[in-house]
Every structure is written in C-alpha cells, then in structure tokens.
C-alpha cells in the first residue's frame, strides 16, 4: 500500500502570501499554488483547507524519490556531516576550484621536496670539495 502524504507551505512573495500545497502519492508528486494576499492566520489557513482542498487544481503528477524522514535531530545531524565530507560543502564551481587547489598543492609539496633534495646534494658537493681541499693542505 502506497503513502500519501500533503504538505502546505506558506511564505511571502512580494507583494502577496502564497501557499504552496504538495500532494505525494506513492512516487507522484502534485502541486498546487494558491494566493493569499494579506498575511493569513492559522486558523483562516485551516478553514481554507477544510472548505476548498477538494476544488485545488494540482499539476500533473511528477516522478520523484521518497526521502525518509528521520525523527531523530541527533541522527539528521549525523547525516549531514557525513555527506558534507563526502560531497563537499558548496556549488559545484565551489567544489571544482577546491580540486583545482589540492592539486595546485600537490604540485606545491612535490617541486618543493624536489628543490630540498636538490639543496641538499648541492651541500654535499660542497662539503666533499671542501674535505678535499683540507686533504691537500689548501
């Protein structure tokens, strides 16, 4: 047996209070989009649903995916953290120059052990011409 599940939302957009009921049945979703007007109170809300919910005019139905609600506030929160590390906090250009400097860094690290190494064995030269030099008595 399919659930079926409403949802009203009700914000402001500029110049009126609009209400936006979602109706979910099994993977289908319709919307309807009401207007208001003046700021309504929650009683006013409830006898509009009571009295019109029947003549609402919904859009065609739409395909979507069923997210289970987690009760929990502790579990939710849980949940975020470990997509946040996974995806990444951010747009997608966000997340693409945050690649483009991790592999900037990489680079960075490499030329930069590559230029120690370098020192060092520069050093060494150094060192052995000099314990040559004192060998011969100069």
């Known amino acids: 047996m399919d659930k079926v599940t409403g949802k009203l939302t009700v914000f402001f957009e500029e110049p009126f209070w609009i209400g ?3 109706h979910v049945e ?8 009401v207007t208001f ?8 809300i409830q006898a509009y649903i009571l009295k ?4 609402l ?12 609600q987690a009760s929990n506030p502790k579990k939710v929160q849980r949940e975020a953290r470990k997509q946040t590390l996974v995806a990444g906090i951010g747009t997608k250009s966000q997340q693409a120059i945050q690649l483009q400097r991790e592999a900037m860094k990489t680079k960075r ?3 930069s052990r ?9 050093r060494f030269e150094l060192k052995q011409q000099k ?4 060998h011969r008595g100069r």
């Open 114 to 122: 590559e230029e120690k190494k370098v020192e060092l064995q520069r």
């Open 57 to 68: 005019k919904f859009s065609p139905a739409v395909e979507v995916s069923i997210k289970k």
């Open 37 to 44: 007007g003046a700021e309504p109170k929650e009683y006013e």
């Open 20 to 22: 936006v009921f979602e």
């Open 52 to 55: 019109n919910y029947y003549r």
């Open 26 to 33: 099994g993977r289908k979703l319709s919307v309807c989009k």
């Open 131 to 134: 314990r040559k030099r004192k």
């Open 109 to 111: 690290r490499e030329k």
